[in-house]
């Protein structure tokens, strides 16, 4: 089976810093963990409300659920943590 993402849900944990979002391979599911730093530009101080980093996952959506296909066929756990090494320097500069 591949790694499929049926259901576009995703919901922010402010005390975690992190948004969470599911996937699915058959069925297995896969929680996927993507802390919101990575939507930050290197240095910035401000904190974003959870409506613009979920903005910011949806806008990036494509690349993101890229990424989280790479890091589940590398890890294939349960729960996957992206970071930024998952998407190069670019993400920061594409929000």
Do not use: C, K, W
């Amino acid at each position: 089976m591949t790694l499929a993402f049926p259901n576009p849900t995703r919901a922010y944990d402010e005390t975690r810093g992190l948004i969470r979002f599911i996937g699915h391979d058959g069925l297995n599911q896969v929680l996927f963990l993507l802390p919101v730093a990575v939507f930050d530009r290197e240095g910035a101080t401000s904190r974003r409300m959870e409506r613009e980093y979920l903005l910011a996952f949806d806008r990036l959506r494509d690349r993101i659920l890229t990424a989280a296909r790479q890091a589940y066929q590398s890890r294939r756990r349960h729960t996957i943590e992206l970071d930024l090494s998952a998407f190069g320097s670019s993400l920061q500069t594409a929000v």
